[in-house]
């Protein structure tokens, strides 16, 4: 089913057990630096937070003006006097707390685009860093960059709005309480100590479950799309019971991992229940005593008023606001932290070589995705001289794109020598294999720009006369006059499928590098405009690899190495056909729209010729489209091309 995937794309989750201090220390270490960066707007947040935060212990004493000097003393235009006091308080407040919006905006909103820039770009080091390990899957990424960086803005946006306000608060609750009435102190600061020491309790249990089910959200996403991508593979391998159960298995553990935090995060009414409902409990219940030791009735009723109306919103903001988002926070920017780290490059060979020419020559290569996992190549030797055109076919899944990593330098063997232009691959510096070799994916990359950047983005000075020639070449004249010309405007979402690969296809023709490897980059383009891109390709000179999409591609080229988890056969495509059987399985499936390799719909028979009718299946026809079919262990060594 497709490409096995690496070890390390694979990786199992991080051990629960990981301490809280780790992941409160990437917090801290979040809120330091966007602090840092924005001293002034920070500056105005606090000023704007404190303002907010004075009016709680004036509240009280406004309550209690009001009912001792105004009601029970049936003074009317007192008692309105306090609740005037105490609404101004309470509008003051509200205004105050308005004011820190907009530059809450101007600190968490850089952070937001900086952590999305950071975490791209460490993807990025790491995908194009040998040895230094692939992300899971583009839902992963995707997972990061969208839940994981919005949790991270929201969480933080949250702990920056509300941690002095939960402090002040709280602390002028206590004094007001304090200067209103001091017996009341222990029965309001008592239950609070309780609340908190149960809240700290609980936050190591509450920030395990919460990266559990980070983990298991990002399994389920990496799950989803894996089986989605694989389905044409899974359904005619028939293995699709056993995709179902590896979903609904990561469907079943994403809802154990949310029901346990669900669970945890249950108990943060108890606390609310113990800081701020039990006071007001214990003051009503406390009152007759209260008043004998000399308290008012308007003392009472304005520290029930501050607990009621301050303190039980601190907690909540406690529990929910300082609780578990900050937990979230802790949780997911560690969690960035990982995917924005960048591996350390290779450092450059001394001294350090430079490819001759686009030959490239494979010797005793070995490779597989981990120490226990089958392997994908084993013992291959290949030689390519400068100016080969060499075509790759094989079934799905059988190493053809690791292959092409393998040559072009994006994976490290474990076995064997890689040669380029001569020269041993490691002994290449970094800059100088970037300008000797070029691989296009299967998905092609076009960025928003000119076509001209978009084109010469390999060669910056690429005049225009050989600009033109490439688009006529490749036959992207249309598009090209479409676009506005080489200075028109790109937008990737308005290009189609083949009109991206036209375009990254142009951009490695006008490359300086010898050695093009193609990874079915002509895979959204008719059968047409294929050929005329590989015989643009044949034309420029340097060594061509295909890892073919059509069979057609095959019968162009100069030699074809077939893979198919045996040993891998070099030759003409007339010989593999007439001498190998799986290679004209592979032509006859193509044909008929049910290739392992290609795409179902693609055939055309009017490309072929009469004399490459492909031999009957058989029992390689099967092995073809056996789940097996690719863990065949022998030699990787190509078997001679015997003349036909």
Not at 218 to 237: P, Q
Not at 257 to 283: C, F, K, Q, T
Not at 553 to 582: K, N, Y
Request: glycine share 10%; aromatic share 4%; with cysteine.
């Amino acid at each position: 089913m497709g490409q096995p995937m690496p070890e390390h794309a694979a990786r199992p989750p991080r051990p629960t057990s990981r301490s809280l201090t780790a992941a409160n220390s990437a917090a801290l270490r979040l809120i330091r630096g966007s602090l840092a960066d924005n001293r002034a707007a920070a500056l105005r947040l606090t000023w704007w937070t404190l303002l907010s935060a004075a009016p709680a212990p004036v509240s009280g004493k406004a309550l209690a003006l009001a009912v001792d000097q105004g009601f029970l003393m049936d003074r009317p235009r007192t008692a309105a006097l306090g609740l005037g006091l105490f609404a101004l308080c309470t509008f003051g407040g509200a205004w105050a707390s308005r004011q820190t919006y907009p530059w809450l905006a101007e600190i968490v909103e850089p952070l937001r685009d900086r952590l999305f820039r950071d975490v791209v770009t460490g993807t990025l080091h790491r995908a194009v860093t040998p040895g230094a390990g692939r992300d899971e899957c583009a839902a992963v990424a995707v997972a990061r960059l969208t839940r994981q960086v919005e949790a991270v803005r929201d969480a933080l946006a949250g702990q920056l709005m509300l941690l002095w306000r939960f402090v002040l608060t709280v602390s002028a609750v206590v004094t007001g309480t304090a200067v209103l009435a001091p017996a009341a102190v222990p029965l309001v600061a008592g239950p609070l100590l309780v609340a908190l020491g149960l809240f700290a309790v609980l936050a190591p249990a509450t920030v395990r479950r919460q990266r559990a089910a980070f983990d298991a959200e990002e399994t389920l996403a990496g799950r989803a799309v894996e089986t989605v991508a694989e389905l044409r593979d899974i359904v005619a391998c028939g293995a699709h019971e056993h995709a179902q159960r590896e979903a609904l298995d990561a469907v079943r553990r994403h809802l154990r991992a949310s029901r346990a935090l669900a669970a945890v995060s249950a108990l943060r009414r108890l606390i609310v229940a113990l800081g701020a409902h039990s006071p007001l409990l214990l003051v009503v219940l406390a009152a007759p005593r209260l008043l004998a030791r000399g308290m008012t009735a308007g003392e009472i009723v304005g520290v029930l008023a501050s607990v009621l109306a301050t303190l039980e919103p601190a907690i909540r903001l406690l529990v929910q606001g300082l609780g578990a988002s900050w937990l979230r926070l802790a949780v997911a920017a560690e969690r960035l932290a990982d995917a924005a780290c960048r591996p350390e490059p290779r450092p450059d060979p001394r001294p350090a070589l430079r490819p001759a020419d686009g030959s490239a020559a494979l010797s005793g290569i070995a490779f597989a995705y981990g120490p226990e996992a089958e392997p994908v190549l084993d013992g291959l030797d290949l030689s390519l001289a400068d100016g080969d055109h060499l075509v790759v076919v094989g079934p799905s899944g059988i190493g053809k794109s690791t292959l092409a990593d393998l040559l072009t330098g994006m994976l490290a063997p474990h076995r064997g020598e890689i040669l380029l232009g001569g020269v041993p691959l490691d002994l290449v510096a970094r800059h100088d294999l970037a300008h000797a070799r070029v691989l296009l994916p299967q998905t092609p990359y076009v960025f928003a720009g000119t076509l001209r950047e978009n084109l010469c983005y390999l060669a910056p000075e690429t005049p225009d006369g050989v600009l033109a020639e490439a688009v006529e070449a490749l036959g992207m004249s249309a598009l090209a006059v479409r676009l506005g010309g080489p200075d028109g405007r790109v937008d990737p979402a308005g290009l189609s499928c083949g009109e991206r690969e036209l375009v990254a296809l142009a951009r490695a023709y006008l490359s300086t590098a010898l050695l093009v490897v193609l990874d079915e980059a002509t895979g959204h383009l008719d059968a047409a405009a294929e050929r005329q891109v590989e015989e643009a390709f044949r034309r420029r000179p340097g060594t061509v690899v295909i890892i073919a999409h059509r069979m057609t591609s095959a019968r162009r080229a100069d030699r074809v190495l077939l893979l198919d988890g045996g040993r891998p056969r070099v030759g003409t495509h007339r010989t593999l056909l007439a001498q190998v059987p799986l290679h004209a399985d592979l032509m006859g499936h193509w044909r008929t729209g049910a290739t392992g390799d290609g795409h179902p719909g693609d055939a055309h028979p009017g490309d072929g010729n009469p004399g490459d009718a492909p031999a009957p299946g058989g029992r390689a026809a099967a092995r073809l489209n056996s789940p097996d079919a690719a863990s065949d262990r022998s030699s990787s060594r190509p078997a001679a091309d015997p003349e036909p």
